[in-house]
């Protein structure tokens, strides 16, 4: 998902799978629940996302929805099994709403500030900061906002979403440089120095990946993407020392399809669920109602079928042994491209059964 910011945005509606009398906007790119007729497609609104520290007013106004020890803490939530990613704050709540322009930050003027958990030791370290060629980002997209940027019939691959803690490691082989990150440090322009302490370093090393690089590349930039386990509570997977699946393997700057990434990286890949045809159905979605409750515009959205989204249920198949319950799942186009915000079409489906806390790690 996009960096945390608090800003004004166009709210884009889509129908609520579960839920007549709901929809879900689309703001930036984080999804959101909403009564029906409550908002218009394009209304200008001001969203605060989930990890919002709230104070002054805006604490007192939504204090009972806030979670934390100091309820003041803005914590996803299911409606009717969707994930609602954080609050819209009435423009009355925000002095000078009209001069903001769309997606400028306004956490600074509202006093908002981002909840940062406690980073376990074991995943702590000394940083630096890097320079590398090609190095990208990686972040999942909520599925039910971002449908209408998948093809009908277009290959898709379903990948299973693990409840760890991403890590990234680059090689570039013209400078022999390595550059080992999780997914916080890296956005922030910052990685790992080298410590047999640290988990990811600990990741990287049990599994070779170094060594797996240079096996099958001897030039560019070479980074790939996984989430390291076990380091969230009930997660372990069947794991009981720290290990890594991988889900990308990109090699200066383009994703390698899964298929055809080595053998040694297939052993350490994630679980694929589906490889097949985007099945999907056509919804009526309400843009306007007039204060009356007449209809007064729609339109017509696409959804991924119900034989694609159940898959995000069930158990986790890492251990074999369904240790415990799939986090989810992510759906992705077979040849990687970008939705047309920009972002990578990599969607998540979270398992209804799966529960944040607020206070998971990256």
Not at 51 to 63: P, T
Not at 150 to 163: A, D, F, N, T
Not at 217 to 235: A, D, L, T, W
């Amino acid at each position: 998902m996009s960096n945390f910011k608090v800003s004004k945005e166009k709210i884009e509606l889509f129908p609520h799978p579960n839920a007549d009398a709901l929809q879900i906007g689309k703001i930036g790119s984080y999804q959101v629940i909403v009564k029906l007729g409550d908002y218009n497609d394009g209304d200008e609104v001001v969203f605060a996302p989930e990890k919002s520290i709230l104070s002054g007013v805006l604490k007192s106004e939504w204090e009972k929805y806030l979670v934390g020890p100091n309820k003041d803490r803005v914590k996803a939530v299911r409606l009717r099994g969707e994930i609602s990613s954080g609050i819209i704050i009435p423009s009355q709540f925000v002095s000078n709403f009209d001069d903001f322009v769309i997606g400028e930050d306004v956490s600074e003027h509202l006093g908002i500030k981002m909840y940062v958990p406690e980073i376990p030791k074991q995943l702590m370290g000394t940083t630096e900061g890097f320079t590398m060629p090609f190095m990208g980002q990686h972040d999942c997209e909520h599925a039910r906002v971002y449908a209408n940027e998948l093809i009908p019939g277009e290959r898709i691959v379903v990948s299973e979403k693990l409840h760890g803690s991403m890590f990234t490691l680059a090689y570039n082989f013209e400078t022999e440089e390595t550059v080992v990150t999780s997914k916080g440090l890296l956005k922030s322009g910052l990685s790992i120095k080298e410590d047999e302490n640290n988990a990811y370093w600990q990741a990287a090393k049990n599994c070779r990946i170094k060594e797996i690089i240079k096996n099958n590349y001897n030039s560019g930039v070479v980074q790939v993407f996984g989430e390291i386990i076990p380091v969230q509570k009930g997660y372990n997977y069947g794991q009981t020392e720290i290990t890594l699946r991988l889900f990308d393997v990109r090699h200066n700057g383009k994703s390698i399809e899964y298929d055809k990434v080595s053998d040694e990286f297939k052993q350490i890949w994630v679980p694929i669920i589906y490889d097949g045809e985007c099945k999907m159905n056509e919804k009526e979605v309400i843009l306007h109602k007039s204060h009356d409750g007449q209809i007064l515009a729609t339109k017509t959205t696409k959804l991924l079928s119900t034989e694609i989204t159940e898959l995000c249920k069930g158990a986790e198949l890492v251990s074999g042994k369904s240790q415990h319950i799939r986090e989810g799942v992510v759906v992705r186009p077979y040849k990687d491209r970008l939705a047309h915000d920009g972002n990578k079409l990599r969607l998540k489906l979270l398992n209804p059964e799966y529960k944040e806390t607020g206070d998971e790690f990256n």
